[in-house]
């Protein structure tokens, strides 16, 4: 296999067909732009789109998780009676449960920004077929296109998973 490697004008690369938007490369889109079937799949706006998302979706998760330890930090620790006491506790644990599913989202998000500077964003991981659009659209962490999801549940149920 010939890996052929192309660096374009501003700065994307190329490789077997791929485009690789290295995090160093801005691209300027049109206010409202969205992917469109129309244009060449994964291309450098596609991807930058979905860099922009995912960026504004980590940015927003680390500031939720900023507020949740300043509330955590804040909070008077010797409350009256033990029914507060307790409920505090719960509330904690629900809040420390909350930071933890952010923790997870944020490196799933960072692997993704990773494959998109790699050039194998928006490509299953198990079938290297395209995910699609308006599936990372909806979930741009996706690795799998949905065939391959769905194949991956129908077996975690198999075994009991």
């Known amino acids: 296999m010939n890996n052929s490697v192309t660096t374009l004008d501003n700065g994307v690369t190329r490789e077997d067909g791929r485009y690789a938007l290295p995090s160093t490369i801005n691209i300027d889109l049109p206010k409202g732009y969205r ?4 244009e060449e799949y994964m ?3 596609h991807l930058a789109y979905f860099r922009n998302k995912l960026r ?5 998760l680390v500031e939720e998780s900023r507020q949740t ?6 909070e008077v620790r010797d409350v009256g ?14 809040e420390l449960r909350t930071r933890d599913r952010y923790r997870k989202l944020i490196s ?11 050039g194998r964003y928006g490509y299953c991981e198990e079938t290297d077929e395209e995910i699609g659009l308006e599936r990372l659209d909806a979930r741009p962490i996706a690795t799998l296109s949905l065939d391959a999801q ?12």
Do not use: C, F, V, Y
């Open 69 to 74: 330890m300043e509330n955590l930090r804040d």
């Open 150 to 161: 769905e194949r991956r549940e129908h077996l975690q149920k198999q075994m009991g998973d």
């Open 43 to 45: 291309s450098p706006k």
């Open 35 to 38: 992917p469109s079937n129309d």
């Open 108 to 118: 799933k998000i960072d692997k993704a920004l990773r494959r998109i500077e790699e």
């Open 56 to 60: 504004d979706w980590r940015d927003q």
């Open 81 to 94: 009676d033990e029914a507060e006491r307790a409920t505090r506790e719960t509330e904690n644990s629900l």
